[in-house]
């Protein structure tokens, strides 16, 4: 392993990048699944500049756990599109560490503007630790420019209507042997009418437990006004409520 240099990080970090063909839809514009995925490697490449990115955690016996997200979408990028994608920590209050992410076009015009919280697990005894565990101080930008509020508190209906389940496959899993989080937008907008993700202003997950390999969640859905709630079971427990945001 690298030695660790904190020091490195940059407060703010900006990722050039390119919506490629296997990011899009039918319709031509970034899913949002593929979106979580661009999150979670501008997060990574930006840790990885002080050596502390997933496998230099991993060496502490650490590892962060996405367990909430929300975005605000002005505007889907388009296949080919070329696209910067800064993130920086805004902080952390409690257990919770808190991420953003801003989405621009060529222009600089912002596209999507995105917060997710974490949370540090021991990784061999699978338990949360308290912030003040991570052994470095890394900089963070509060006061970086924002749009997207902080996540909301999401709740699984009682009156949702319950319309399929998935199953996890292998393919689904991610380096920890859970399903990965990108994949839980892909539940979510299975479960949707097919052009929402084109016309919606945005969405916002909450990951509550862990989904393994052959676990079979039922997925239940209710629409509210203009916005579309949704949460899957596996047995009795709640594995994730989603709350996705009309658009016009």
């Known amino acids: 392993m690298r030695e660790p240099h904190p020091e490195c990080i940059p407060a703010v970090f900006a990722w050039h990048t390119r919506v490629a063909t296997t ?3 039918e319709d031509r514009l970034l899913t949002p699944s593929a979106q979580l995925r661009f999150q979670q490697e501008a997060g990574e490449l930006h840790f990885s500049e002080g050596n502390l990115g997933f496998e230099g955690v991993a060496a502490l016996g650490m590892a ?13 990028p388009t296949v080919g599109e070329a696209i910067t994608v800064t993130t920086w920590s805004e902080g952390i209050r409690g257990v919770k560490f ?13 596209l999507i503007d ?3 919280t974490f949370v540090l697990v021991d990784v061999k005894e699978h338990r949360m630790l308290r912030s003040s565990e ?19 508190r999401l709740r699984a209906s ?10 996890v496959t292998v ?7 859970h399903l990965n989080n ?8 299975d479960f949707l009418p097919p052009k929402t993700a084109s016309t919606m202003e945005g969405f916002s997950i909450a990951f509550s437990k862990e989904a393994k390999l052959g676990d079979t969640l039922t997925v239940f859905v209710e629409k509210q006004d203009e916005q579309w709630f949704l949460h899957a079971q596996n047995g009795d427990d709640v594995c994730f409520t989603a709350q996705v945001r009309e658009g016009q």
Do not use: M, W
């Not at 994949?183 to 907008?189: E, G, P, Q, S, T």
């Open 23 to 25: 990011d899009v839809g």
């Open 64 to 76: 962060f756990v996405a367990v909430q997200n929300n975005c605000v979408i002005l505007r889907r």
């Open 98 to 110: 808190f991420r953003r992410y801003r989405f621009t076009d060529a222009s600089g015009e912002t």
């Open 114 to 116: 995105s917060v997710a």
């Open 134 to 152: 991570f052994p470095f101080e890394v900089l963070h930008a509060p006061d970086e420019p924002h749009i997207c509020p902080e996540p909301p």
């Open 158 to 167: 009682k009156t949702a209507t319950a319309c399929g389940t998935h199953k």
């Open 171 to 177: 393919s689904q899993l991610d380096f920890n042997g």
């Open 182 to 189: 990108t994949r839980y937008a892909d539940i979510v907008f």
